[in-house]
């Protein structure tokens, strides 16, 4: 009863936590919204936005959380190898989305279109990093998370912390659909 209290408590304290996240991502919406438009004679996301490229980031990404999936498959049946598995895939799915994140940053960059060029690129760049931050931290999280099961097995507090990882992903799935919708189709139009 003591453990299922204190995996409780830290899963309401991963909540706040989300929560406070979640209002850290509304007020860089916020700030996107209001600067969208300020181009300083340079780039739109009209001249920078390519939806194909960003389509199969988008793909990659909610492609992921239906492999973690497979990981919450795993823990119900105390399938050690199913977890790991949904973990890996999760992870070099993850992997792809940052590496074409990159490559969109790299080459708006190489064009001139930096965050210092305009205070709509200043807008994106820190919104969409701080996601893309975010979704590094989580593969991170999830490499830990496959030591432990390795390591540890399939305990209480691994398949706690499993648990929180879910959350935390899937969480920023629903922050990349708002990116994708305000950010990447709105900015086309």
Not at 5 to 23: E, H, N, P, Q, R
Not at 98 to 127: D, Y
Request: charged share 10%; aromatic share 14%; hydrophobic share 50%.
């Amino acid at each position: 009863a003591e453990a299922d209290s204190v995996d409780s408590t830290k899963a309401f304290g991963f909540w706040i936590y989300l929560m406070s996240d979640g209002i850290i991502f509304a007020i860089l919406f916020a700030t996107y919204t209001v600067l969208d438009q300020r181009y300083a004679g340079g780039p739109t996301g009209k001249d920078l936005f390519e939806l194909g490229h960003t389509f199969w980031e988008t793909l990659l990404l909610l492609t992921s959380s239906t492999t973690y999936g497979l990981v919450t498959l795993g823990l119900q049946e105390s399938n050690r190898r199913k977890v790991l598995l949904g973990l890996g895939i999760t992870f070099f799915l993850g992997l792809g989305f940052i590496i074409m994140e990159l490559s969109e940053f790299h080459h708006m960059i190489s064009i001139g279109a930096g965050p210092q060029r305009s205070a709509f690129l200043s807008a994106f760049f820190t919104l969409v990093g701080t996601h893309g931050l975010h979704v590094t931290l989580g593969l991170i999280w999830i490499l830990v998370m496959m030591t432990q099961v390795l390591v540890k097995g399939l305990t209480s507090p691994v398949h706690s912390k499993l648990l929180r990882l879910s959350m935390f992903w899937h969480f920023l799935d629903i922050i990349w659909i708002g990116i994708f919708t305000i950010v990447y189709l709105l900015g086309v139009l």
